[in-house]
């Protein structure tokens, strides 16, 4: 078995070092000078930073796109739930009280109308966020 080092694995060292380098929050610039202290061509060094940096901000972006997807449906669901069951409740007692021969008052649901209408709202803007954060990230 040889200690020799595939190109494979020298690229993925490099990288992998960039990685690091990046994560601890040095500068752009401070990078790509290591990296040419590391014997790696000044323009090749420049676009392996790049191109790190833009997967990092593609992968926030897909977790970010993501945890909106999650929630927004989560809202809507919810949301969708209180608002049919303040509609119900409401439609019901309208119907009991026009239907009994003596008349009566019925119940306007209007805090579980109005909850789950808002709970909507907020669901279907953060699934629309989670559409936009999307597309940006497939450009």
Do not use: C
């Not at 790509?32 to 833009?54: D, F, H, M």
Request: net charge neutral.
């Amino acid at each position: 078995m040889s200690d020799s080092v595939t190109p494979e694995q020298a690229l993925q060292a490099i990288f992998d070092f960039t990685a690091e380098q990046l994560h601890q929050g040095r500068s752009s610039a401070g990078v790509e000078r290591k990296l040419v202290e590391r014997g790696v061509e000044p323009a090749a060094a420049k676009s392996i930073v790049a191109n790190l940096k833009a997967a990092r901000a593609n992968a926030i972006r897909e977790a970010r796109s993501e945890a909106y997807a999650k929630v927004g449906t989560r809202a809507v669901i919810v949301g969708g739930l209180w608002f049919l069951g303040g509609v119900t409740v409401t439609l019901l007692t309208y119907d009991a009280a026009v239907n009994s021969p003596q008349g009566g008052g019925f119940l306007v649901a209007w805090g579980a109308i109005l909850y789950g209408g808002l709970r909507l709202v907020r669901g279907i803007a953060l699934l629309a966020k989670a559409d936009a954060d999307e597309d940006q990230a497939s450009t």
